[in-house]
């Protein structure tokens, strides 16, 4: 059993920035595909971002393109989200989750675990 814990969420304004935080207790972290989802009001979980074992690779949402920037630490067991130039529809949980893969239709599919999720709200 996999468990992840997220930090870092809280209330920025518009344009702000926030960086989250996911330590896995796997010990297989540093070969495990690692990502991010998130959930606003309302609206299905979708995918955030995704870091592959090395750093190598990553991949976002277009909605995130260019703000965003996925890492890993994997000394630390840990998988970042840098969220620059926030708007308000990036308020949402977001959730940290591995492995994630891509499924036959290319789109990027959660694996098994989750973190509890850690809010963030962007006020205009």
């Known amino acids: 059993q996999v468990q992840l814990v997220e930090s870092g969420g809280g209330l920025v304004q518009a344009g702000g920035s926030l960086r989250l935080s996911c330590v896995s207790s796997?010990?297989?972290?540093?070969?495990?595909?690692m990502g991010w989802f998130r959930q606003a009001p309302g609206k299905e979980r979708e995918f955030v971002a995704v870091?592959?074992?090395?750093?190598?690779?990553?991949a976002y949402a277009d909605s995130v393109k260019g703000r965003f920037t996925i890492s890993r630490d994997n000394a630390k067991n840990t998988v970042y989200l840098q969220m620059n130039s926030l708007k308000p529809e990036d308020t949402a949980v977001y959730y940290c989750?591995?492995?994630?893969?891509?499924?036959?239709?290319?789109?990027?599919?959660?694996?098994?675990?989750w973190g509890q999720g850690t809010q963030v709200t962007v006020s205009s």
């Open positions: 870091i592959n074992w090395s750093a190598r690779n990553t």
């Open positions: 989750n591995t492995p994630i893969i891509r499924g036959p239709d290319l789109q990027w599919r959660p694996g098994d675990y």
């Open positions: 796997a010990r297989t972290f540093s070969s495990e595909v």
